[in-house]
C-alpha cells in the first residue's frame, strides 16, 4: 500500500507547484470588503447611516407584516384547528399547512397585488410618479381589502383607545389603527370556523366514546378509534375541497 503513494508522490508534489501560481492569482482575482466606522463631525453623515439601518429594520420586519396584512392570518389558523379536530397529530406537517396557506394567500391576494402592480409600482419604475406617490397609491387597493375584512366594532375599538380626533373617512384611517383591527377580526373569524369543524368531530368523538364504555372496553383510548372514523367522513364530504372553497369565498 505504501509503494504505489511514494510512486505518486513526485507527480502530486509538481502539480501542487503548478497550481500554487493560479491559486495567487485567483485570491489576486477576489473582491476585498471592508467594513470601517469612522468619527465624524457633520451631522448629515448621520442621515444614511440612520436610513440603513431603518430600511434593514424593515426588511427583518416584511415578511410578518405582510403576513398579518394578507388573508395567511385566518387560512393558517383555520388548519390548525382542522389538524386537531381530526386528531392526526402531525400530518399534514407544518411546513404542507404553511405552504399551502402561502399559495392560496397568493391566490387571494392577487388581484390586490396586480393593482398595486399596476397603479403603483410600474409608474414608480417608469418614474412617472414620486415614491411618495406611489405609497400612497399602494395603500389604497390593501386599505380596501383590509377595511371589507374588519368588523367595525374592533375598528371602533382601536380608534377610541388611541383617543384624538376620529377619522372622518376611510382613507384617514392609519394602518397602525387599522392592523390590529383587522388581525382581531380575522382571529375571531377563524375561530368561529374552528368551532363548526370541531362539532362533527366531537359527535364523532361521543358516539365512539358511548359505545366503549357501553362494551367494557374502559382501557381503549376512544381517539385511537375515533379517528379512523373522523378521516372516512373527511374524506367522503370532500373536505378540503369544501373548506378551501369556504375560505377562499369568504374573502
Not at 118 to 130: C, G, H, T, V
Not at 183 to 209: C, H, K, N, W
Amino acid at each position: 500500500m505504501l509503494k504505489p503513494t511514494k510512486k505518486y508522490l513526485p507527480i502530486l508534489l509538481l502539480l501542487c507547484l503548478f497550481a500554487l501560481p493560479v491559486v495567487a492569482e485567483a485570491q489576486n482575482a477576489l473582491p476585498k470588503i471592508s467594513v470601517q466606522v469612522d468619527k465624524s463631525s457633520d451631522p448629515q453623515d448621520l442621515v444614511p447611516t440612520l436610513q440603513i439601518i431603518f430600511l434593514l429594520t424593515i426588511l427583518s420586519l416584511a415578511p410578518s407584516i405582510l403576513i398579518m396584512m394578507t388573508s395567511f392570518t385566518r387560512i393558517i389558523v383555520v388548519f390548525h384547528f382542522l389538524r386537531q379536530s381530526l386528531a392526526t397529530q402531525t400530518v399534514p406537517s407544518n411546513q404542507i399547512l404553511v405552504g399551502l396557506a402561502l399559495f392560496i394567500t397568493f391566490f387571494i391576494m392577487k388581484p390586490v397585488i396586480d393593482e398595486i402592480n399596476d397603479n403603483a409600482l410600474q409608474p414608480y419604475l417608469n418614474k412617472q410618479i414620486s415614491q411618495q406617490e406611489a405609497i400612497e397609491k399602494a395603500q389604497i387597493p390593501l386599505r380596501k381589502f383590509m377595511l371589507k375584512q374588519t368588523r367595525e366594532k374592533d375598528l371602533k375599538l382601536f380608534i377610541d383607545l388611541r383617543g384624538g380626533d376620529k377619522p372622518k373617512t376611510a382613507n384617514d384611517i392609519s394602518f397602525a389603527t387599522l392592523i390590529p383591527a383587522f388581525i382581531i377580526s380575522e382571529l375571531r373569524t377563524a375561530f368561529q370556523i374552528g368551532f363548526l369543524l370541531y362539532l362533527p368531530m366531537l359527535i364523532i368523538d361521543l358516539i365512539v366514546g358511548s359505545v366503549l364504555l357501553s362494551m367494557g372496553m374502559m382501557m381503549l383510548p376512544p381517539v385511537m378509534i375515533a379517528m379512523p372514523f373522523k378521516l372516512l367522513l373527511f374524506v367522503l364530504v370532500d373536505g378540503w375541497y369544501l373548506m378551501v372553497e369556504s375560505l377562499v369565498k369568504g374573502f
